[in-house]
């Protein structure tokens, strides 16, 4: 495999100061590509392995430890077997001797004579410890002993005892295990003879003997094999010394288990714990017809050792394995890896500009085919940046003679729909003004012949005799007449300015905002707003916000500015309703929203003066108010219905009892609705109270 790259013609110019912040920013990407690649086949490769290697590893160490465990439950019992058949052939071989004087019946020889060969039979099995021989009647005839005096014809009754009864109804009786003295074991062993007449022999067997077929038993290095009554009393065991202490094993596990007929049966195997505390592992075996258990035992540590080997030879292997895997997949990655960097520099050349740069890999596989796609896709590129400048520049011109064109169009409407607009709000605000400055240009007439009657008046006075009442008088029409002339010049001045605010609808940017934090902020500029104007008013808010309502898409301002007409008109209508009930009314405003899903409700509520039927239908006209003059313009309204329902794409409506309440119930879009219509003569909607303030 080979690879190089190199340039073999003059390079293009250079790209844009752009593409070249691309490329640069290409560039640290690929380092960063190059390492995550080159680690991640490493990686892979040392996983890939590892895991095979770990899953093969496993899967041996499990079937190998089922098959040793298999192993070792085959040979343990096997060894429990064999000690048992051996214990059972030691007592056979007792039996076999013993039956030989029961052949004669006693009337055939002498007493002597079967003295002599009970002695000779205690010479030849040590095991026998004394030897007893009874005739048919259960009467003892002879009695020799290793520990007492021999006895001849001591006519003992022995016809009810269990060694001449069960001899006789089965030929041959094993007694029960007992100690001797405490210390050492004993068994009786009876066996009738094959004529009616021959009687029984009993023995009485010492079963220290059998020591020596349990110590010739081995388990492993370790291990040992025991003999264990019926009673849990242990019957033999290589350390002579618990045999003769008498040892009591039922306190043992295994054997309370195989006593009780649970314990380890045929094939069986399991832990526990000797005598001396040793973690083993145990197999028992019956010994049949002694009722006797055989017992093996080897060593946890010993049983498991050569599991313990092949544990280690196999963590060596897979370390060895690992590390192979980690040389092996540095050298593949870096094969793998060093053309796909001679690529990504390759790429990072022809994005800087140079497209005569070509990239040479011969690695006879997919990246080779790819590098000549990049090469060709080089050679394409730079043919084709020759003309790419006079392309872009003749394209570039036409884009801006396209966007001179726009821009004139674009403003030739904006001025259209500015003079429009201007004429429609020059019309409005003359329309509204006309009355006002009718009465004002009225009122000074009117004004003027009052002052010269004023004037007369007084220079008469001391001719005529008129009284100072008089004077009075027509000073207070004057008073009165100019208070009005104030009213309307305030009501002139308010009409303007809503009729600018009106002209700046849509002002501000829209934006996503709390609606609950739009109402709360609403409610205490109305409320600071109400207390100022009238220090002695208070009402009482109510808020029920749902958490849910969450963020809206509005204009902030315009909002707001509807909410605060809104709750002043509720305030407004609370304290002329307090002016007729006194102070037995308590005036109350309350706000609350509530989540729809798509859109959020708002409802504001207030217990003033309520709204007649026949206002309800006009309240939401521009200019329309039963509001007295300087208090109301009519324009509050009908700008308020303007921005929830034209420029938000809401609705707004009212429910009302006259006297009783006034409800405002606006909801609004959570994604504000666009395109909406700019008709200026507003819905004949049902609105809320008497009127707009500005």
Do not use: C
Request: glycine share 8%; hydrophobic share 40%; aromatic share 6%.
């Amino acid at each position: 495999m080979s690879l190089s790259v190199h340039s073999d013609t003059p390079r293009a110019g250079p790209l844009p100061s752009a593409a070249q912040g691309k490329a640069a920013s290409g560039g640290t990407a690929g380092r960063g590509i190059r390492m995550r690649l080159f680690t991640k086949y490493v990686a892979l490769f040392v996983a890939v392995v590892a895991i095979a290697l770990l899953a093969n590893g496993l899967f041996e160490v499990f079937f190998y430890y089922r098959e040793h465990k298999a192993s070792l439950i085959r040979v343990q019992h096997e060894q429990a077997e064999a000690a048992a058949a051996k214990i059972g052939q030691f007592v056979k071989e007792i039996e076999s001797q013993l039956g030989w004087t029961t052949q004669l019946p006693w009337s055939g020889s002498s007493i002597e004579q079967r003295r002599f060969d009970a002695l000779r039979l205690l010479r030849q099995v040590p095991a026998i410890t004394e030897l007893a021989q009874v005739d048919s009647t259960g009467k003892e005839r002879l009695r020799v002993s290793r520990l007492a005096m021999d006895a001849l014809d001591s006519g003992i009754d022995l016809s009810a005892d269990p060694k001449f009864t069960e001899a006789v109804a089965h030929k041959v009786y094993y007694g029960p295990v007992y100690f001797r003295r405490e210390s050492e074991p004993y068994m009786t062993l009876a066996l009738a003879g094959a004529r009616k007449d021959a009687g029984v022999s009993i023995a009485e067997v010492n079963l220290k003997l059998i020591w020596d077929v349990v110590s010739q038993i081995k388990v492993g290095e370790h291990g040992h094999a025991y003999v264990v009554g019926p009673e849990g009393r242990l019957i033999a065991h290589p350390d002579i010394s618990l045999v003769l202490r008498n040892t009591d094993m039922s306190g043992l596990p295994q054997v309370r288990a195989a006593l009780a007929g649970s314990g380890t049966v045929p094939g069986a195997l399991s832990e526990a714990r000797n005598i001396q505390g040793q973690q083993v592992l145990t197999a028992s075996a019956p010994i049949e017809p002694l009722h006797w258990t055989m017992f093996v035992e080897l060593p946890v540590e010993e049983a498991y050792a050569a599991l313990y080997a092949s544990l280690q030879r196999l963590a060596i292997v897979l370390l060895a394995a690992s590390i192979f895997a980690v040389l092996a997949g540095i050298f593949l990655a870096r094969r793998m890896v060093v053309p796909i960097q001679a690529l990504r520099s390759g790429a990072e050349r022809i994005g800087g500009g140079d497209f005569s740069q070509r990239i040479s890999i011969r690695t006879g596989d997919e990246l080779e085919g790819l590098a000549d796609q990049f090469n060709d896709m080089g050679a394409r590129l730079q043919e084709s940046y020759a003309d790419l400048e006079n392309k872009v520049e003749q394209r570039t011109a036409e884009l801006r003679q396209s966007l001179n064109d726009l821009r004139t169009a674009q403003n030739r409407l904006i001025q259209t729909e500015k003079l429009a607009s201007l004429g429609q709000l020059t019309a409005g605000i003359a329309h509204e003004i006309k009355n006002p400055l009718n009465f004002v240009n009225n009122f000074s007439a009117v004004s003027t012949e009052l002052i010269d009657e004023l004037n007369e008046t007084l220079r008469s006075a001391a001719l005529d005799g008129k009284t100072k009442e008089e004077v009075e008088e027509l000073t207070g029409m004057l008073r009165g007449n100019l208070e009005k002339v104030v009213q309307h010049g305030r009501r002139a001045d308010s009409i303007v300015r809503n009729m600018l605010l009106h002209s700046r609808e849509g002002s501000g940017e829209h934006r996503a905002v709390d609606i609950n934090a739009v109402v709360e902020e609403s409610l205490n500029l109305a409320y600071h707003g109400a207390r100022a104007e009238r220090p002695a008013f208070n009402v009482t808010l109510e808020r029920a916000f749902d958490p849910a309502a969450g963020m809206v898409d509005i204009y902030p301002q315009e909002i707001t500015r509807v909410f605060l007409n809104l709750i002043s008109n509720g305030f407004y209508a609370a304290a002329k309703r307090k002016e007729t009930e006194g102070d037995s009314f308590a005036p109350t405003l309350s706000a609350t929203t509530k989540d729809l899903g798509g859109s959020v409700e708002i409802r504001i509520r207030d217990n003033g003066t309520g709204i007649p039927p026949e206002v309800k239908e006009r309240m939401f006209n521009p200019f329309f108010t039963t509001k007295p003059a300087g208090e109301g313009t009519g324009l509050g309204l009908s700008m308020s219905h303007d921005i929830i329902v034209k420029q938000h794409g809401g609705t707004i409506d009212v429910n009302t009892e006259p006297g009783v309440f006034t409800e405002f119930i606006v909801t609004l879009p959570r994604a504000m609705a666009t395109g909406g219509t700019t008709d200026s003569t507003p819905d004949s909607t049902p609105g809320s109270t008497l009127g707009g303030k500005s």
